[in-house]
């Protein structure tokens, strides 16, 4: 089409985005790692060694957290070297500033960290494997659009708010 005009720049957000697609395998990860122990058995053992609860909780959170921040820095990280690898020889300008690429990294483990924590609480509540993967895809990937399609303004502006919150943009 000759009236399109071809993208002359890209900012370093547009490859950050994946992340958010991540996040719903992460969610996955984090209830199967609360939900399996119940299934198995094992959670009994867990218990046995530590009769309260609050501090197998407090580790599992830890884990998945520190693993969720792990993953969501590392692989936004990646994704804007990449981006910027591929895009060098094209004629398309793509200029990495190394302190957003820290705030986008930075940003982007937090929110894999907080996904990864919210989805263990799901799945330590309900125990249930397909019950803990379905809330939090939901939550996650499926009732944003739906608001954000509703068309109401002040339902637009708070799932915009929302994700500029999340994602620091």
């Known amino acids: 089409n000759p009236n399109v005009e071809p993208i002359a720049s890209v ?3 547009r490859f950050v985005d994946t992340v958010l ?25 867990s218990f046995l060694a530590t009769p309260k609860r609050v501090p197998v909780v407090l580790a599992k959170s830890i884990v998945i957290g520190v693993l ?7 692989a936004s990280t990646i994704a804007m070297f990449v981006a910027f690898a591929v895009l060098y020889t094209s004629d398309v300008t793509y200029e990495i500033d190394l302190p957003d690429v820290a705030t ?3 940003a982007s483990g937090l929110f894999m960290a907080l996904i990864g924590i919210v989805s263990l609480a799901f799945g330590l509540l ?28 002040v339902v637009t502006t708070i799932v915009q708010l929302i994700l500029a919150f999340v994602l620091f943009v």
Do not use: H
Not at 129 to 150: D, R, T, Y
């Open 11 to 13: 900012t370093e957000l």
């Open 104 to 106: 986008l990294a930075a």
């Open 126 to 153: 309900v125990k249930n494997v397909i019950v803990g993967i379905a809330v939090p895809v939901l939550l996650f990937s499926i009732l944003p659009s739906i608001l954000e399609s509703i068309g109401n303004d």
């Open 68 to 74: 969720g921040f792990l993953v969501g820095a590392i």
């Open 21 to 45: 697609w991540m996040a719903i395998v992460f969610a996955v990860v984090a209830v199967l790692f609360a939900t399996t122990e119940f299934s198995s058995g094992q959670i009994e053992l």
